[in-house]
């Protein structure tokens, strides 16, 4: 009997907590009301989570029916869940109907995944979307497939940007070939302008000698002229061609040396030079012009400088003769000064030559033109004085070459000042020189007497003009000249006399050069 307590007890402590019957047996419909209560309350925080993916997801049978649809599918369609569920899939969206029933198809026979299939598709609202498939096997109770249920994410937006990049790419591409093109076009303009700038330079060296062989003619030809015994008004004439023919020479060498510079072709070479020297020969060229304008001439040195320098002296002179030109050109009264000097920039030794005149000067704002390229101060100044406003761009770029530059400092109606700046490259062991400048004043002043002279001159010349302007002037110095065309002519002269000087003027300096060693053989020989 106690054991049958103990027992009934027993198996009383371990029945549930729920209500019993009077023999001990569970209460069975509240158990399944429990469940039931359960049941519904997992079915609906599983319908919360399968709402809330952020991805479209169906069910479908074989044939199609929607079983069940998420709200993110129901949305990505324009429908509601109401108006999917039951209803043929292939029926409602017949445009990608084949297509999504080969996936199925695919899926439910073979019972394997398919993953990342993109599709497209048309929404009810007729608009176009795009997403990434993934679809698996929709198994019953059995485990026999009944159906596929579809993953798909919305890559609308990606798709959109990866046909931006691919717009974006494409359009690279088509730049790149257009810079391709562009870079072979300018590679063959390039070559073409190689071409061109040999011929140009062809052109230039044989048009400076075609130019300035006749104005050289003219030109002598009124030096001679004018020491003829003429009337006053045909010395003024003389006077008249020669300033025009020495102007028009000018402007030919500056043009040719304007595009010497602009083709890369002006050579340069630096070797040691006096600056007293250079200074001397532009102050011998321009005294003349300074006194006939009744200005003063002033050179000054500063007795600090080295000796010697290392620079083009030819260059170098021909920008100080633009610069006094320049000068002169715009000077009325008053001075034109050349100044040298030494100063330290920038921890290195330079010499200074400054151009200082009286004259008109320049306006601040219009400085920086008068070194631009045919470019003068103004208008009205192109039309009192002349010029093309080559002049100054010319020693700009000249002065670059030598390693220096150009500086101006000016005032209206006070004067300009131009100054070249240039490396005072000098010799290790050199240096400075106590002797003084040469003072202006104590100058030998040149001798412009007539020197006679004694002896037989060989002209070798096939230009009429300047046969006849070397005869008068070499007439006239008191030698006697033999004239002859050609080669065969001279070896001819040669042979029947002899002579104190040989004169060859040939169009190829080499012709010349082999014409002088073969005449210098016979005349050992």
């Not at 989570?49 to 479209?56: K, L, N, R």
């Not at 704002?365 to 039309?383: E, G, H, N, P, Y």
């Not at 110095?477 to 070896?491: D, S």
Request: charged content about 25%; glycine content about 6%.
């Amino acid at each position: 009997m106690s054991t049958d307590l103990s027992k009934k007890k027993h198996a009383a402590n371990k029945q549930s907590p729920a209500a019993s019957s009077s023999d001990g047996r569970p209460d069975h419909p509240e158990t399944s009301q429990q469940l039931q209560t359960r049941l519904a309350a997992v079915e609906a925080e599983f319908h919360t989570i399968f709402d809330s993916v952020p991805a479209m997801i169906w069910y479908r049978d074989r044939k199609g029916t929607i079983l069940r649809v998420n709200q993110c599918a129901a949305d990505s369609v324009g429908m509601t869940r109401e108006e999917l569920v039951g209803k043929n899939y292939y029926d409602l969206f017949p445009d990608g109907a084949e297509k999504a029933l080969e996936k199925d198809l695919q899926v439910i026979l073979s019972g394997s995944p398919l993953y990342n299939q993109p599709r497209k598709y048309v929404t009810a609202d007729n608009r176009t979307r795009w997403v990434l498939a993934n679809r698996i096997p929709y198994c019953d109770k059995t485990g026999a497939v009944a159906g596929v249920i579809v993953f798909a994410q919305d890559i609308t937006e990606l798709k959109a940007a990866e046909l931006d990049l691919r717009h974006a790419n494409q359009q690279i591409e088509n730049a790149n070939k257009q810079l391709r093109a562009a870079a072979e076009r300018a590679r063959v303009l390039a070559e073409e302008a190689t071409v061109a700038n040999r011929a140009k330079s062809r052109f230039l060296a044989h048009m400076s000698h075609e130019l300035r062989t006749p104005m050289n003619s003219i030109i002598g030809f009124t030096e001679v002229l004018q020491e003829e015994p003429l009337t006053d008004e045909q010395q003024h004439y003389i006077q008249t061609i020669h300033r025009s023919a020495n102007s028009l020479l000018t402007l030919i060498n500056d043009i040719l040396d304007f595009s010497k510079i602009e083709a890369g072709k002006l050579h340069i070479e630096i070797i040691s030079c006096r600056h007293s020297d250079i200074v001397q020969e532009v102050r011998d060229l321009m005294e003349h012009t300074v006194r006939e304008k009744g200005l003063e001439f002033v050179v000054e040195a500063d007795p600090a400088l080295p000796d010697t320098f290392y620079t083009d002296p030819m260059r170098l002179r021909q920008c100080l003769l633009n610069l006094v030109s320049n000068a002169l050109k715009f000077t009325e009264t008053g001075h034109v000064a050349i100044r040298v000097y030494p100063e330290s920039r920038a921890g290195q030794d330079r010499i200074r030559f400054d151009v200082e005149d009286t004259g008109v000067g320049i306006e601040p704002k219009k400085q920086k033109l008068v070194f631009d390229s045919f470019t003068q101060a103004d208008a009205s100044t192109c039309r009192k004085y002349g010029g093309t406003g080559l002049g100054l761009a010319i020693t700009q770029r000249l002065i670059g070459l030598l390693g220096g530059h150009i500086e101006l400092q000016s005032e209206p109606g006070k004067g300009s000042t131009f100054s070249l700046i240039l490396p005072l490259f000098v010799e290790a062991n050199q240096a400075s020189t106590d002797n003084p400048p040469r003072d202006s004043e104590s100058e030998v002043e040149a001798d412009d007497r007539h020197i006679g002279c004694i002896g037989n001159v060989l002209l070798i010349e096939n230009k009429t003009p300047s046969q006849i302007q070397v005869n008068l002037l070499l007439r006239r110095a008191g030698l006697h000249v033999q004239i002859v065309n050609t080669e065969a002519e001279a070896f001819a002269q040669f042979a029947e006399q002899s002579f104190h000087l040989v004169l060859i003027n040939l169009q190829s300096t080499d012709e010349a050069k082999k014409l002088s060693a073969r005449l210098r053989n016979l005349d050992e020989d």
